[in-house]
């Protein structure tokens, strides 16, 4: 079978390693392109013809290119027919993953980019100091977030965001919740509910989830708690 | 036929806005139950009953509770039928549609109610004050996310943001441009494109549309084009 897919990625960014895992898990014939953020590889002439966003992860399949992580899982999950828990058809638990992936845009994915950016990535990539009191702010936007999840999500014995089976919803926010811990930032620690979950989650997706994290687990410092490999 | 889908919003949340002028326009029967967000009614401890996340809009509809218009926009379409154009299901333009609705929550939904929150609510709410530094950041983010929209989105001569019909994405982008306009930012300044889409998707939604904006379009100072009612 020809690679008509091809996905345009780098496993330092959250929603890269979304799609790569899924992708994977699901043993979906793709091609594998990597896009170095690091190197600015996102911002040439050349990719935004892939990409007017000038974003990854991104897609080409056939005749369409697409961008954003969340409509890409979408697109993949009708037109590649994935297994059904990650995106079911059943009106009201689509419904309830929707749901996930929208209220994450201003919330896990916001608190948990702007916590690992402002206090890992600007000081390493644009040489930036860190405010001691702006780090705590964001740190405490990061709490109640992951509060929430602890307690709202995930607080009411369901072990995937939605009911018993995992989801993209799952995946997602899986992801996004790894990022801090580069920057020396545990998500789990005083949250039994997100620890089994994360846990849970990985398991499911292992290899592929340990693969797409290689470089979270090598960075992340000896004081947050490495997963057993 | 009884009203068993109800819907809480207050048309002061554009993405109230969206859901409201979107069930008036098919024509959907529902419950009409304003959420009074400067009496702070969103925060009560019944209000959480209904929505866990204490935001409008919300909608409970036969067993679900479900918040976060575009999910809520989704489940409409496939719940209620609604008519093809406002949420294709040929796979591409969907995939096209999705898109526009996830890059808008850090682009466009970001950058507007941020700039609308900052110059005119805080300080109307809150008593805050205004410091012109950031508020001309937050103004030079709005103009950077309208001038993509314009030149990319709005660029090809396409009528819409996909394609040559109206559709969520349409309603979801007009309805969050407008909220700035109470802030004195006039979004169709200098930008052809977006002036004539915004007016077409006004046209397409009419009476909807301006019935849903009055509050807007009152509070709005003479220094920004009102619509000719």
Redesign the interface.
């Known amino acids: 079978m020809a690679k008509s897919l091809k996905l345009y990625y780098d496993l330092m960014s959250q929603p890269s390693r979304v799609l790569w895992i899924l992708l994977e898990k699901s043993k979906i014939p793709y091609e594998r392109c990597l896009v170095n953020l690091g190197k600015g590889e996102h911002l040439t002439d050349q990719f935004k013809e892939i990409n007017?966003?000038q974003k990854v992860p991104c897609i080409v399949d056939s005749?369409?290119k697409?961008?954003?992580?969340?409509?890409?899982a979408?697109?993949l999950a009708?037109?590649y027919q994935l297994p059904e828990h990650w995106y079911p058809t059943d009106?009201?638990r689509?419904?309830?993953v929707?749901?996930y992936?929208?209220?994450q845009?201003?919330n896990t994915r916001?608190s948990c980019a702007t916590y690992f950016q402002y206090v890992w990535l600007r000081p390493r990539m644009m040489g930036s100091t860190v405010d001691p009191k702006r780090a705590e702010q964001y740190k405490s936007q990061l709490d109640s977030c992951l509060d929430f999840i602890e307690q709202?999500f995930l607080g009411h014995g369901s072990p995937y965001i939605v009911g018993d089976q995992i989801s993209i919803a799952d995946l997602v926010a899986a992801c996004e919740i790894e990022q801090p811990k580069m920057a020396g930032y545990d998500p789990c620690a005083g949250r039994p509910n997100l620890t089994q979950w994360m846990e849970r989650v990985r398991n499911a997706t292992n290899p592929y989830y340990d693969q797409a994290h290689k470089l979270v687990y090598k960075i992340m410092p000896d004081s947050v708690p490495k997963p057993k490999l």
Chains 1, 2 share one sequence.
């Open positions: 007017r966003f005749q369409i697409l961008a954003e992580s969340v409509a890409i979408r697109y009708r037109e009106s009201r689509q419904a309830r929707d749901e992936l929208e209220w845009h201003h916001a709202v």
